[in-house]
């Protein structure tokens, strides 16, 4: 499918969505938002994509939401759009893993649209940053919730207060991304991982996914019930024999189901 605002391709087993609105920086909007939409939705539904990698240009990932698109907008323009609430929550209803790949720019709307996905991968020469203050609003599609998760009260006050920038390196430690290449290697790297994670059990890495995000949601207990039945239920897959018989039997895994 041709889009106006993202390229897509499927690299071996991974899908990969380019943001691609070079003249503002990627910035998000209506338009880019709801091909992204599709596009991740397509992807979840062929059973040829077992991992998807979002990327931006080199300067951005992505600056932001649309400010020349939101800034005429009234309170209930943006209460009766439900701004934003269409693709925050059709992103989050993926079942396969999403790995966000940020060189440059990642502000606001753009770093709560990596947040949105399940791990993050940065080049050094990537910038984090929640400045909607200076533009006298907040966070809006999760970032003052998620953020905090990521990096703890401290920090995401002060970059919510302040609407300072992380660099890659203070991202990294402070658990924001989970690893950083040199920028001009970061693609090449993140689809290695990517493909590393295709060649796994399709529904278990599901399985997975939904564990992890499960801890965001519920209490410990609730939590470790949750992951003890979906780890029970791996038992009834052809993946999980294949796994464990390819272990005891000294070779490689051919994980088949999708
Ligand atoms: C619309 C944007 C944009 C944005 C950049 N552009 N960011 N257009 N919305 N968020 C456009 C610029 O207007 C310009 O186009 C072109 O992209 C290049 O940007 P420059 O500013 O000329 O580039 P540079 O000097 O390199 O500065 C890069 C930058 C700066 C530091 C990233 O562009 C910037 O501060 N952008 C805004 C970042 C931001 O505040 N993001 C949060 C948005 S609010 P023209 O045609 O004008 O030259 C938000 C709310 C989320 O995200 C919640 C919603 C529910």
């Keep these: 499918m041709a889009y106006a605002t993202i390229l897509t391709e499927i690299r071996g087993a991974v899908g990969l969505v380019t ?24 992807f979840d539904a062929d059973e040829a994509v077992g991992c998807i990698v979002v990327t931006g240009s ?3 990932f992505a600056a932001g939401a649309d400010i020349k698109e ?3 907008q009234s309170y209930m323009d943006m209460f009766k759009a439900d ?18 790949a940020v060189s440059g720019y990642a502000l ?15 080049g050094d020469n990537a910038k984090f940053g929640q400045p909607e203050i200076n533009l006298g609003v907040i966070p809006g599609i999760g970032g003052s919730q998620r953020l905090t998760r990521f990096v703890g009260k401290s920090k995401a006050m002060d970059m919510c207060l302040t609407g300072r920038m992380m660099d890659a390196a203070e991202a990294e430690r402070a658990g924001l991304v989970s690893r950083v290449f040199p920028a001009a290697d970061l693609l090449a790297e993140v689809m290695k991982i ?3 994670i295709a060649e ?8 997975a996914k939904q564990a992890v995000n499960r801890s965001y949601e519920t209490t410990l207990s609730e939590g ?13 897959t052809e993946d999980q024999k294949e796994g464990m018989s390819a272990f005891v039997e000294k070779r490689k895994p051919v994980f088949k189901q999708r």
């Design 19 to 42: 943001l691609n609105r070079p003249q503002a920086l990627n910035a998000l909007n209506a338009e880019l938002l709801g091909e992204l939409c599709t596009a991740l939705e397509a």
């Design 58 to 60: 080199a300067k951005a």
């Design 70 to 72: 939101m800034a005429p």
């Design 83 to 100: 701004f934003f609430a269409e693709p925050h929550d059709r992103i989050c209803g993926i079942k396969k893993p999403i790995i966000a």
């Design 108 to 122: 606001g709307g753009g770093c709560e649209l990596a947040m949105l996905f399940d791990f993050i991968i940065a």
């Design 194 to 196: 990517a493909d590393t």
């Design 200 to 207: 796994k059990s399709h529904p278990i890495l599901s399985m």
């Design 224 to 236: 470790v019930l949750f992951e003890r039945r979906l780890f029970h239920s791996a038992f009834a």
